[in-house]
């Protein structure tokens, strides 16, 4: 398959679930029959939707299309499969004996290679064949005869068989003989049927037959010889023979193909490819030349592929002419369409052209109808450019280009942007020198060009699109030389090179106008500075200065020149005048102002005149006859000036020389502020003589006082240093004193010391009289003060212990003795143990009983069933014959028409599966809580009411009632936990849970307890008939105007209708209200009473699930107060379950009613009113809005709301419901009756479908035990095999009223532990126990130090004191209830010794992972905590199990002795039945003789109890006897085989043995390791001959 189908399939073991679908056998179809099985009619043949959803019932159409193709080549009928065969899986064998016969009978025709004989080459796991067994097995199918298929074939398509296999052994003689001509002779035999021989060829035929031949007889050589031999085992068949004469000629017929491939010989190659032997499709004479380049190519691919030359294949030649006649038909259509083309364009009409266009054979890029305007125009010029009809490349050029540039006007229309740019820089476009970065550009004068043509509704041409494009790379380029020029200008600027800088100001792109070669350093300057600037405003040293920057500095530079030009010449006029003399003169040109002199006055010229002219006398310099002037600039620059040309620069020139003699600005500046200054200095003192007297003195008076300041700051300031200069001088004084008394007291230090000593025992023994008397009058006091210390002390140490999560070692130390346990723990301890292994042993002593009593119940109903089977067979048949064996055998399968409580293995394996499921359903509550929040809410009601409720039997007994309350726990946790977001969901929404608990606690036993809380007060509030609670104000106003019209007879005055406001204000409305009120809340208070009075009235399981309930809400929403806690819970006490059956008590039959019977309207208002009024209480609500007119209430609203919480704190007091219904682990192991469930074959089914649907959501983990459990059921069982064959042929039958009763078994039942974890845990023990010794004798604040630090001898001396103890105690406890040996050495160590253990157990709990000896092993110290403050419970507890495990041993007794005394009563009747069927006795002369059986070999395979017997032909079947006779004990017989006379074997054979692989559906069983007999027609014969009817 995989060399026709040219790809890999699955693995052997999982080629059979990848057959189901169809789809690789529709492609092995369509490989040797295209026409039956086109590859576009295969169904899901890529197998998506197959990996995605599994088997669709389309499938089966592949898998008829297959049949069609093999019925269409001619296969015979006798190997076809049936459909059901491979969609069902339900004879695989036979689909792969079908592929086997497929394969030799197309070798045969030359369609296909053969399937090699695959014996000792492949090899298979134990798993493989073991599954591969079983399956059999399940179908009662068996491997056909794989070896036949050769024979079977030719028997099928021969007309004279001995003709045929006298040709076909002839021919394999002379293959053997190996003389080419004797071969081909044989060969030629027309009764060999053989076709297409060729003469040629002989010496290839002999060669390949032999080969053949021999590859077979080798084969057949290493089968085993079990089964019996045939002559085709190892000679060749007909069909073999013509599939390799096929090969020969096929591979002569691809060398001539090659050949001419090789000569290009288009004639050549034809006539090969037209060759019968190749038998190839679609050969056409015409497409020669097509033939020959595609083979050609593809000869050359397949070489350099291999890297070698190599011939063709077949199927490779095949392809190449299909592929050359693909392409030769799309040419001519093309072409042919092309011309279509050319007509339409010369036609003119735009339309026609674009619809031939858009023709698919003319192979042309995308047309778009609505640009057919610009096709037409754009090919029609074209066309008359080339004066002749354009050809396909012409085309195909152009309408690139065309359909290009209607994309790129649709994308402007559209204003898209990105199609525009994709469709612009396509290469199909044509357009040049497109860049990405203008990709905006582009578009922006596009959108502007096409607005401008707008009016004209002309689209924009090629030609358009690529002048814009120039355009804006123009504009582009532009820009780009403009921020070159400004980097040049920043780089010459970096540089500092004023030439460099002037260089790049003059270069045209960056548009500088007035740009001067003597400005130049001026530019530099300027513009540097500039940069500078700006680098530290913007805090960036790399700013650099942008183009409009540039452009106005350039501009400064020039102002500033033309300024220093105008100020060079006027100082010169300056110097000029001073020259000449003239005072006038000198003072109109200091008046200039470009110039800009500061303090002229006019009548100062002569002044001037004079200052100057001294100032350039001072100044003259003797030959000074230079030209250049130099002047000084504000912002500190040098200007240059020529006195005689009259020209300046910012530069030095080179080698000038500088006038010493001209008067520059600032000296004349400076003259002229002098004279200025004397003169208004004159003018002032002229005017303020008196003034400037006063000032002189009162700044002679601020001198005086500034000295005396500074001689006081010199004071203040220098301070510190006279204090300390006077410390110095009285610590020497003090020093001195003190080392002349020192001296003194080194002269006499003896009597010093004396005098010392004296005095303080003096002041001690005063002191210590003084306390001691003290103490000895408040000595209760101190008594009392030591003992309150010693217990605070002692608390807050053991408030540590138990609330710290991490309390330290030196607090663990104090109470550490609080772990030494008496002779009465290590007796109970023991005890414990002892009884612990007791129950493990009886627990599986049971679990071995039951499967005892499950295998004799089986042995049982066999032999019933056997009886009653054999009572029907004799019936119809009164003798075994060779006509009736078939049907007495088929008679003789147990069970055949019955269903899931058959008796066969299979169908018991099934039950037991289904058994074992229910029972983890029930037990584990989280798979069906989970599926019921998974499945659709319309579903979800339907689901509990009818399957859920059943497996639980409704709560019938404690146990179903305690597992359904685990149920409903885990439900609503796993609802709150999923779907509650805030706790008022559960009162506002409709729970799924709350509502099936309540409907089922209102049922039954709940309706019970709510007659018994409601029902005498609801009886009451009925009888009383004048009781009255309308609070409706407008009720009330009409019923007083009709009572009082009906007194008086009058109509009243008042309106009728009113509104509530109008009717409260009048007094009588408002009188009866207060009335109505009263009575409504008497009638109240009385329910009231009895709900509050009636807590454990309420049924076990709405306490427990309301318990559930509060806990839950509390610990996902801890941040909620808990009075809203509260609110939920009793809404579901109340509104749901009290509220309903008191607004209606009719329909829950709290009270009374007729027949037909109904409560009044005024009762139901009465009731009603009384539950509004309930309810807002129990809410925690008040009246307001519509119903103000009942504040009145709120009062006692409030009061009841408290009433309310206490009775939901009281309901929700109830023990757990392993106490309530005295459950525990070993519940289930004791009872003596299993659990029983009675369940309807649907709801069996639908559960069923629900788990395999849902099983992923349920249990993620593949390893959970729901999964095994359903990979044990297997796939959804049809209803025949639920109810039986003769029971579904009912046409008429309904699934959900039949019943089936399932007695649930757990699977996993039994005690396993770890023992790696339980050695963990044992050194763990070990050392705790260890380290709690070390901790009374020697306690420090860490471990490090206690188990470092050295011991003292009494520590050593206290420790083997409690040694000592503790063995005693040992001694007096009995051998079996001793503690573990280990634990007992380790305890009675010495204390050095333990502490070196312990150091060794920390470091392999450390290794474990168990400790870490970075946190000081606190792990360990927090579980000696834990050990103390659990010391209390943990005797509680053991005390508590010990009763346990005394009633679970007690039960498990009685359980055993229930199963021994079954067991022996099961065997009893089996030896019974045994007897009742021994053989009836012969009477002879002397006595009773036992009857016996004696058979020839040929008898018994006539009757057809015998199949075959291996290595013995049937020829000699009739010289051996099988004796059977029956034994001394009943059920077992002796089988005696003698051949000739001769005896050979004897068998023990026993009757229930016999049963059994009946019930194991073994068809065919083995005597003496040859003999093999049918299993049913021996139990026949058996019962038939030997035992009673």
């Known amino acids: 398959m995989e060399a026709c189908l040219k790809e ?48 669709h019932f389309r499938h089966t159409d592949n898998i008829n299309f297959w049949l069609s193709a093999i019925a269409h080549v001619g296969l015979p009928s006798t190997f076809f499969p049936e459909t059901t065969d491979i969609y069902d899986k339900k004879n695989m064998p036979r689909v792969v004996y079908c592929i086997h016969a497929l394969s030799l009978f197309l070798f045969r025709l030359g369609l296909a290679p053969q399937i090699h004989d695959l014996y000792g080459k492949v090899k298979f796991s134990a798993e493989e064949l073991s599954n591969m067994a079983s399956e059999l097995a399940k179908y009662g199918l068996q491997l056909p005869a794989f070896s036949k298929i050769g024979g079977i074939l030719a028997n099928e398509l021969s007309v004279d068989e001995a003709a045929v296999h006298a040709a076909v052994l002839a021919i394999n003689e002379a293959v053997e003989r190996g003389v080419v001509k004797d071969t081909l002779a044989a060969l030629q035999n027309p009764s060999a049927l053989l076709v297409n021989l060729q003469e040629p060829l002989a010496p290839i035929y002999q060669e390949l037959l032999a080969q053949a031949k021999a590859e077979k007889a080798a084969s057949a050589q290493t089968h085993d010889g079990g089964e019996s031999w045939d002559l085709y085992d190892c000679f060749l068949t007909q069909a073999e023979i013509q599939g390799n004469i096929n090969h020969v000629n096929v591979h002569a017929a691809l060398e001539v193909v090659d050949d001419a491939l090789e000569r290009q010989s288009p004639d050549a190659l034809l006539e090969a490819l037209l060759d019968p032997a190749l038998a190839l499709r679609g050969v056409r004479k015409d497409f020669t030349n097509w033939y020959l380049e595609q083979l050609s190519s593809d000869r050359e691919q ?91 490349e012409e085309l195909f050029v152009a309408m690139e280009m065309l359909s290009a540039v209607v994309l790129i006007n649709r994308a402007l229309e559209a204003g898209d942007g990105d ?146 030009q105008r100020m060079a010449l006027g100082v010169a006029a300056i110097n000029q005048a001073i020259k000449e003399g003239k005072a006038a003169q000198t003072e109109q040109v200091l008046r200039n102002p470009t110039v800009a002199l500061r303090g002229v006055v006019p009548n100062c010229a002569d002044s001037y005149q004079r200052a100057l002219e001294g100032a350039m006398a001072r100044k003259r310099y003797p030959g000074d006859t230079a030209f250049w002037v130099q002047h000084n600039m504000k912002d500190g620059s040098t200007y240059y000036f020529h006195l005689q040309t009259f020209q300046g620069t910012w530069e030095r020139p080179s080698g000038c020389r500088l006038n010493m003699s001209h008067l520059t600005r600032e000296e004349i500046q400076s003259a002229i502020t002098k004279v200025t200054a004397a003169h208004d200095r004159q003018q002032l003192w002229k005017a303020n003589v008196g003034f400037i007297i006063q000032f002189q003195a009162r700044l002679r008076g601020f001198l005086v006082r500034e000295k005396f300041a500074e001689q006081s700051h010199f004071l203040r300031t220098w301070l510190p240093a006279v204090i300390k200069i006077q410390a110095h001088w009285r610590g020497y004084r003090q020093r001195k004193t003190y080392l002349e008394r020192l001296q003194y007291f080194r002269a006499n230090l003896d009597a010093v010391i004396k005098i010392q000593a004296w005095v303080r025992m003096w002041a001690a023994c005063r002191r210590y009289r003084r306390r001691l008397g003290y103490f000895q009058k408040n000595v209760n006091a101190i008594v009392k003060i030591q003992a309150y210390f010693r217990a605070w002390k002692a608390r807050d140490d053991y408030r540590v212990l138990v609330h710290s999560p991490h309390p330290t070692v030196s607090v663990v130390c104090r109470f550490a003795h609080l772990l030494n346990q008496s002779q009465e723990d290590f007796m109970v301890e023991a005890e414990l143990l002892k009884l612990q292994e007791e129950v493990v042993r009886k627990i599986r002593s049971n679990q071995q009983l039951q499967q005892d009593l499950d295998l004799m119940d089986i042995k049982i109903g066999l032999l019933v069933k056997n009886r009653i089977t054999l009572q029907e067979v004799v019936s119809h048949c009164k003798k075994l014959t ?120 209102r049922n039954g036993r709940g309706q019970s307890a709510l007659r018994e809380i409601l029902g005498r007060v609801i009886q009451e509030v009925l009888e009383d008939k004048r009781l009255s609670v309308h609070t409706d104000p407008i009720h009330l106003y009409k019923s007083w105007i009709n009572q009082s019209e009906a007194q008086t007879g009058q109509r009243s005055h008042l309106p009728y209708d009113v509104t509530p406001e109008q009717a409260l204000s009048h007094p009588e409305v408002q009188r009866r209200l207060d009335i109505s009120l009263h009575s409504l809340l008497a009638v109240t208070d009385k329910f009231l009473v009895a709900i509050m009075s009636s807590v454990d009235r309420i049924p076990y399981g709405m306490r427990y699930v309301a318990k559930v309930l509060r806990t839950t809400l509390a610990e996902k929403f801890p941040d909620n107060s808990e009075n809203e806690v509260y609110k939920v819970v009793g809404n579901l006490l109340y509104y749901r379950f009290l509220n309903p059956a008191i607004v209606a008590p009719d329909a829950f039959d709290i009270v009374a009613m007729a027949a037909g019977g109904a409560l009044a309207t005024p009762q139901r208002h009465t009731l009603g009113a009384v539950a509004q009024v309930l309810q807002h209480a129990a809410a925690g609500k008040v009246f307001s809005g519509e119903s103000r007119h009942l504040r009145a209430l709120n009062d006692y609203l409030e009061e009841t709301h408290l009433k309310f919480r206490r009775f939901v704190c009281r309901a929700c007091q109830v023990p757990e419901p392993e106490e309530r219904f005295a459950m525990d682990e070993y519940s289930d192991m004791v009872a003596v009756a299993k659990p029983v469930v009675y369940i309807t074959f649907g709801e069996l089914v639908n559960t069923h479908r629900l788990l ?34 003769g029971v579904a042929a009912d046409g008429n039958l309904d699934l959900s009223k039949l019943e089936v009763s399932l007695t649930l078994a757990n699977k996993f039942e ?159 009747y089996i030896r019974t039945c045994l007897g009742h069927l021994a053989p009836r006795a012969k009477t002879s002369g002397k006595g009773k003789k036992q009857p016996s059986l004696h058979y020839t070999a040929a008898q018994l395979q006539e009757k057809g109890v015998l199949v075959e017997i291996e290595d013995l032909p049937h020829s000699h079947f009739r010289n051996v006897i099988f004796d059977i006779t029956p034994g001394d004990e009943a059920g077992k017989f002796e089988v005696n085989a003698r051949f000739l006379g001769v005896d050979m074997e004897r068998f023990q054979l026993h009757y229930q043995d016999l049963l059994q692989l009946q019930y194991e559906g073994v068809a065919v069983m083995k005597l003496f390791n040859k003999a093999k007999v049918n299993v049913n027609l021996l139990i026949f014969l058996l019962n038939k001959k030997l035992l009673r009817q």
């Open 1252 to 1285: 395999l649907e849902h099983q992923d959501w349920i249990a993620p983990d593949h390893c959970d035990p729901l999964h095994e459990l359903l990979e044990d059921l297997g796939e959804l069982p049809t209803v025949p095999d639920l109810i039986g064959e």
């Open 302 to 392: 397949k070489a350099q592929e291999l890297g070698l030359l190599d011939l063709l294949e077949k199927e490779e030649v095949q392809a190449g002419v299909v592929t050359a006649n693909m392409k030769g038909d799309e040419e001519q259509a093309m072409f042919q369409a092309v011309c279509r083309i050319n007509r339409a364009i010369q036609k003119g009409v735009a339309a026609d052209t674009v619809k031939e266009l858009m023709c698919p054979e003319a192979q042309l890029p995308p047309v778009y109808p609505s640009a057919s305007a610009v096709y037409q125009q754009e090919l029609t010029a074209l066309q008359q450019q080339r004066g002749g009809e354009l050809g396909h």
């Open 8 to 55: 890999e399939l699955p693995s052997p073991v999982e080629l059979e679930e990848s057959l189901r679908n169809g789809v690789l056998l529709a492609k092995l179809g369509h490989c040797f029959a295209p026409a039956v099985v086109p590859l576009k009619k295969i169904y899901d043949a890529e197998q998506l939707r197959y990996q995605a959803t599994g088997l």
């Open 419 to 564: 199609s525009c740019w994709s469709s612009l820089v396509n290469p199909t476009t044509g357009l040049a020198e497109v860049e990405r970065e203008n990709a905006h550009r582009y578009f922006d004068a596009l959108v502007e060009l096409r607005h401008e043509r707008m009016p004209d509704g002309v689209t924009l041409s090629w030609n358009d699109l690529q002048a814009t494009v120039y355009q804006v790379n123009a504009q582009v380029q532009e820009e780009t030389n403009q921020i070159l020029a400004v980097s040049l200008i920043n780089e010459a600027l970096d540089q500092g090179s004023p030439k460099k800088t002037l260089s790049a100001l003059l270069l045209p792109s960056a548009g500088l106008d007035n740009v001067s070669l003597a400005v130049a350093p001026r530019y530099h300057l300027l513009l540097v500075a500039a940069k500078r600037q700006k680098a530290q405003a913007t805090g960036d040293p790399g700013a650099v200065l942008w183009l409009e920057e540039i452009r106005q500095e350039v501009l400064r530079a020039n102002q500033d020149t033309d300024a220093a």
């Open 882 to 1001: 060779k006509k009736n064996k078939e049907q007495l055998s088929g008679m003789m399968v147990l069970d055949k028409q019955k269903g899931l409580k058959s008796l066969s293995k299979e169908k018991r394996q099934k039950l037991e599966a289904y058994q074992h499921l229910f029972y983890l359903l029930q037990t584990q509550p989280i798979y069906l809580a989970k599926l019921t929040f998974h499945m659709p809410q319309n579903k979800t009601t339907k689901f509990m009411e009818s399957v859920i409720f059943s497996l639980y039997n409704y709560a019938s007994n404690r146990r179903e009632a305690y597992l359904l309350l685990q149920l409903f726990k885990t439900m609503l946790q796993e609802e709150i936990r999923s779907k509650v977001e805030q706790p008022q969901d559960m009162v506002t929404g409709n729970p799924t849970v709350v509502r099936l608990v309540v409907r089922f606690y």
């Open 1310 to 1468: 039994g005690l396993e532990t770890d023992t790696g974890d339980a050695n963990a845990q044992s050194l763990l023990l070990s050392t705790k126990q260890m380290l709690a010794d070390i901790m009374q004798f020697q306690p420090r604040d860490s471990l490090e130090e206690m188990l470092s630090l050295p011991l003292s001898r009494e520590q050593e001396a206290a420790h083997q004191r409690l040694m000592c103890q503790r063995q005693a105690c040992e001694t007096q406890i009995p051998e079996p209830l001793r503690r573990h040996r280990s634990l007992i050495a380790h305890s009675l160590l010495p204390l050095a010794d333990k502490r070196r253990r312990v150091l060794r157990n920390l470091r392999q709990l450390e290794g474990l992972g168990l400790v870490s000896a970075r946190n000081g092993y606190q792990g360990l110290v927090d579980g000696l905590a834990k050990d103390i403050c659990s010391q209390h419970r943990h005797r509680q507890w053991r005390k508590a199990e010990l009763g346990k495990l005394q009633a679970t041993l007690q039960g498990l007794d009685a359980k055993m002795a229930f199963y021994e005394e079954q067991g022996d009563y099961y065997s009893q």
